[in-house]
């Protein structure tokens, strides 16, 4: 099973970063998780991703599962939690 109990910090990050006016900053914050699972970060912002900035512009955070879409504008820890459970039964490699 994976371990997801970080994945609350994660949700309370996003809730409150909806919460409150979003200010661009010079430096990026910095999330860290720790985690069995590839995590890729797409920075939307940059010149070669400029088709995801004209998509997700207004719905950040976006997560995509395996090239799917899963969730925006915040997580959902139980539908995550299902989908990487999912993920691992079907893993013939755990």
């Known amino acids: 099973m994976f371990h997801l109990r970080p994945l609350h ?6 809730s409150q970063a ?9 430096e ?5 998780l720790f985690t069995k699972f590839v995590l890729e970060q797409v920075d939307i912002t940059l010149p070669e991703n400029t088709a995801w900035y004209d998509r997700y ?4 955070p976006v997560f995509h599962l ?3 879409f899963l969730m925006m504008h ?7 939690e299902r989908y990487l459970s999912k ?3 079907e893993d013939p490699f755990k």
């Open 28 to 32: 990026k914050p910095l999330l860290t």
């Open 18 to 26: 909806t919460k409150k006016h979003y200010t661009p900053r010079k």
């Open 66 to 68: 395996n090239g799917q």
């Open 57 to 60: 512009k207004h719905d950040i």
């Open 87 to 89: 993920l691992e039964q």
């Open 9 to 14: 910090r994660i949700k309370m990050l996003a």
């Open 74 to 80: 915040r997580v959902n820890i139980k539908k995550l």
